[in-house]
């Protein structure tokens, strides 16, 4: 099995910045075997999609209300995913989930959670205005 662990959730005023990482472990044949994403939800509302990148050529794709302050990598080396989130507000506050998986071909990315197999446990991340 493949675990997914996720670190650098924390409070941070509005117009801060932080930096995500998630770390996978165990059976990983090639990380970058891997598509990833991040994906953030709030009490009582649904998981949403932040951003993802794809295996390969690293083509990445961001939820329009992060566009131009998320930005998603990876460094398979190291067999990780980060996601730095500059200007950040109060609606970025959640928990963030990384997710992997390894259906589709080598420029394709996700945005819908049923298309991943495997989650991490969140990190909180809380935004205060």
């Known amino acids: 099995q493949v675990q997914l662990v996720e670190s650098g959730g924390q409070l941070v005023q509005a117009g801060g910045s932080l930096n995500l990482s998630c770390v996978a472990s165990?059976?990983?044949?090639?990380?970058?075997?891997?598509?990833m994403g991040w994906f953030r939800q709030v009490p009582g509302k649904e998981r949403e999609f932040v951003a993802a990148?794809?295996?390969?050529?690293?083509?990445?794709g961001y939820k329009d209300s992060v566009k131009g302050r998320f930005t998603i990598s990876r460094d398979d080396a190291k067999n990780t995913v980060y996601l730095r989130m500059n200007t950040l507000e109060p609606e970025d506050t959640g928990v963030y989930y990384c997710a992997a998986t390894q259906r589709g071909g080598g420029g394709y990315y996700y945005t819908r959670g049923y298309e991943y197999d495997i989650w991490g446990q969140g990190t909180q991340v809380t935004v205060s205005s």
């Open positions: 165990g059976r990983i044949s090639f990380f970058g075997s891997y598509v």
């Open positions: 990148i794809s295996r390969t050529i690293g083509k990445t």
